[in-house]
């Protein structure tokens, strides 16, 4: 799978799973929403990624790395409040963000092979 594919699906993970998370706490908090702001923004860079322009695809991956890494916060907090539901959204996320900077990374790796190669 390209890795402007890969870097949508994050994104709508983002989005909804942030979204979904928001929505359906007793007391929501705009810090819930972080993850929506980057999926959005993420969402924003897919044309220049398939377009397969360097200095975006090299911004949608330092955003993909900062979310993946913010994760895992929520994440400890979740399994200290036992909060199953809060468990499968984040992780969701991470995973979903994880595969994204794998791709991106492959990707990379294949561009400069190519590039050495001509």
């Given at each position: 799978?390209?890795?402007?594919?890969?870097?949508?699906?994050?994104?709508?993970?983002?989005?909804?799973?942030?979204?979904?998370?928001?929505?359906?706490?007793e007391?929501?908090?705009?810090?819930?929403?972080?993850?929506l702001?980057?999926?959005?923004?993420?969402?924003?860079?897919?044309?220049?990624?398939k377009?397969?322009?360097?200095?975006?695809?090299?911004?949608?991956?330092?955003?993909?790395?900062?979310?993946?890494?913010?994760?895992?916060?929520?994440?400890?907090?979740?399994?200290?409040?036992?909060?199953?539901?809060?468990?499968?959204?984040?992780?969701?996320?991470?995973?979903?963000?994880?595969?994204?900077?794998?791709?991106?990374?492959?990707?990379?790796?294949?561009?400069?092979?190519?590039?050495?190669?001509?």
């Open positions: 799978m390209k890795s402007h594919n890969i870097s949508l699906i994050s994104s709508l993970l983002l989005i909804s799973m942030s979204g979904w998370g928001y929505l359906s706490s007391t929501p908090s705009v810090t819930a929403l972080i993850p702001f980057f999926g959005v923004t993420l969402l924003f860079c897919y044309p220049g990624i377009k397969e322009n360097k200095i975006i695809a090299h911004i949608a991956v330092t955003l993909t790395l900062l979310v993946f890494l913010a994760l895992f916060m929520p994440l400890k907090g979740a399994f200290g409040r036992e909060d199953n539901g809060a468990v499968l959204r984040i992780s969701l996320m991470i995973i979903g963000s994880g595969i994204s900077l794998f791709g991106f990374i492959k990707s990379f790796i294949t561009a400069r092979k190519a590039r050495e190669n001509s």
